[in-house]
Structures are given as C-alpha cells and as structure tokens.
C-alpha cells in the first residue's frame, strides 16, 4: 500500500495543477509562449499515416439518420451504457459521431485555426481520434484513424485478438469488448503547447470533456450508447495506434454499441446492488 504522505502529497500536487499555476510567481507571469515568441505554428491537423489507398471517404447525408433531435430530450436522456447488444453501427452512424466530436466547419485565417464541432481553448483542436472498429458495416475490423479536414477514416492495421487488445487497453473492462467501436482520444502537445505553453494541459483536459459529451448527446440522438473511460493503459494504447508517448499520448476514451432499454434496468439494478453491498 502507498504511504500516505505521499498520496497526500500528490493529491496537493493535482490541485496545484487544477489550478493553471496562476498563482503570482514572478517568473511565471513573465512566461511567453512559443505563439509570443513567434515561432512556426504546428499543423493543424495530423498527416495522415496510411497510404491514400486505406482511406474511406465517409458520408454526410446526416437527414437520412432517424434522430431524436430535441435539446431538452437529448439532456434528460443522456447516460452512462455499459450493456452492448453488438450489433453493427452503420457506416453513416460512425460518420456522424466522427464530425459531432471532431467535425471541422471551417479554416479561421490563412490555416491559423479549425473551427469545429466542438469548442477548444484557442481553437488549438490537439486532439486526434483514433478507433479500434468490431462491427461497422463495410469496414474492415481493426485500428483506424480520423482524418478531419477530409471526413473520412484511414485504415491503420488489422489487430488480431481486437476484443482482447480492446479489453487490455482499458484496463480490463471487458464490457467494453462487445462495443461496436472504442474511440480513443489522443493528445497532439504542441499544438496547444505552441499557443499556451506551461498553462497548455489542464486546458487540454478541459476540452477533452467537451469531445466527450458531444459524443454522449450524438449517441443519444442516434439511439446507441457509450460511457466515457479515464481508465486505461497508456502504453498498450499508444502501441496500437503507434504513438510515441511523449508528444502524443491517448487522454480519453470511449466504447460506443448499440443497446436496449431493458439493458439499462439490468444495469441500473446491478450498480444499486453493489452500492447495497458496499462493493
């Protein structure tokens, strides 16, 4: 068991980096960002990292989805799924969710910003989204990335056990392994860092929420599910998609499948049992 001093000073430690080092230092308030010291600003958006031949250009004809569009609904009947009844997502579902959390609008200046679908700190946008695909239908199984400024995905590589690198990847939450698809959300650093520098990360967390529930409301309007996970393994993540850990680095997660409302009384009993017990 960890000593508790030191858990306690890691607790102060995180709260000291909640706060965004705002705190008076002299030498902090002096700090001038890369974007001050007009250094070159990084791309956008990541280089794709397939050949053009591994890339499906997805739809947008969103009209054609049935969809529960009403604000106040979307709200009220947002919630955590966890029960999967693994069926395939349609390849305009998966569009759909792709442009609701990552979709760009436009281009602010001469490439200075994306505007996209979800608000960012700067309009910096750092993050990529990569997808470990089960069921949708017309892909291949395995890992894909997102190209935003073309709306469309690319084949990265087959995974041969993708239930398991799914499940090993989050921890060991094998629910998760019966979703039709896991979004994982990676950080590009300097993207923010160019503009923000030191103050760059507690931002970037604060925009990797808003990712997150775009993609819960987008998911109820589709009439799917999915629940948002802090909790997974760094390195077996970034060895799927092959991210170097260091400059960029999955942050959040998300399974997405298909559901049925007598699955969320079955879960909500179980959660209330284990809550009963103590457990």
Known sequence: MIDRSISDELIAKGREFMKGYHDGTPYLEEYESDQDLKLPQPPLVKTPMADESARTKLPMDFDA??????????????????????????????????????????????????????????????????????????????????????????????VEDLEGAINDSLSGQRW??????????????????????????????????HIGQNLYLACTGLGIGTCAIAAFRHDVCNEIFGLDGTNEFVVYTAPVGTVRPEDLKEEQAFYKFVEEQGL
């Not at 569009?69 to 759909?96: H, Y």
């Open 65 to 158: 989805l049935p969809m529960k569009n009403d604000l106040v609904s979307l709200i009220r009947d947002r919630k955590s799924n966890r029960i999967f009844t693994q069926q395939p997502l349609s390849l305009l579902q998966l569009s759909f969710l792709l442009w609701a959390t990552q979709g760009i609008k436009s281009i602010r200046g001469k490439s200075y910003a994306t505007l996209r679908t979800v608000p960012c700190g700067g309009a910096r946008h750092q993050y990529e989204a990569y997808l470990l695909i089960r069921q949708v239908e017309g892909l291949q199984p395995g890992a894909y990335h997102y190209l935003p400024m073309e709306h469309a995905i690319e084949f990265l590589h087959p």
């Open 176 to 209: 998760a392994a019966k979703a039709a698809v896991v979004f994982y959300w990676a950080m590009d650093a300097y993207r923010v860092e160019w503009r923000y520098g030191i103050y760059a990360h507690r931002v970037a967390l604060i925009d990797s929420g």
